[in-house]
């Protein structure tokens, strides 16, 4: 078992930019895939990023690519999503992920944290 906290999620203005942090405690953190995923309101959960476990693998929605990065540290147990230029539709709960591969599908990721806010006013 494991468990994913996030944080990092806030109050920004429409073009700004947030940074937001998921913290492991599962065992050998390193060995899984991770993956940015965010839920607005009355819609359904949709995948923002995916990532390996050793860096590669990159994927992004085409809602978000050019503006946001996913980054992990093997070394501090932490997946990492930085949001730049900030749109009001990026407005939604942000979860992280860990599964065995960096898949697309929501079941493929066997551990969730509880969620951060994210709110973009204008």
């Known amino acids: 078992q494991g468990q994913l906290e996030e944080s990092g999620g806030g109050l920004a203005q429409a073009g700004g930019s947030l940074r937001l942090f998921c913290t492991a405690s599962?065992?050998?953190?390193?060995?899984?895939?991770m993956a940015w995923f965010r839920q607005a309101p009355g819609k359904e959960r949709e995948l923002v990023a995916t990532?390996?476990?050793?860096?590669?693998?990159?994927y992004y929605a085409d809602s978000v690519k050019g503006r946001f990065t996913i980054s992990r540290d093997n070394s501090k147990d932490t997946l990492y999503l930085q949001m730049n230029n900030l749109l009001l539709e990026d407005t939604a709960v942000y979860y992280c992920?860990?599964?065995?591969?960096?898949?697309?599908?929501?079941?493929?990721?066997?551990?969730w944290g509880q969620g951060t806010q994210v709110t973009v006013s204008s």
């Open positions: 992920a860990a599964g065995n591969s960096a898949g697309l599908l929501r079941n493929e990721y066997d551990f």
């Open positions: 599962v065992r050998d953190f390193s060995r899984f895939a």
């Open positions: 990532i390996s476990w050793g860096g590669g693998g990159l």
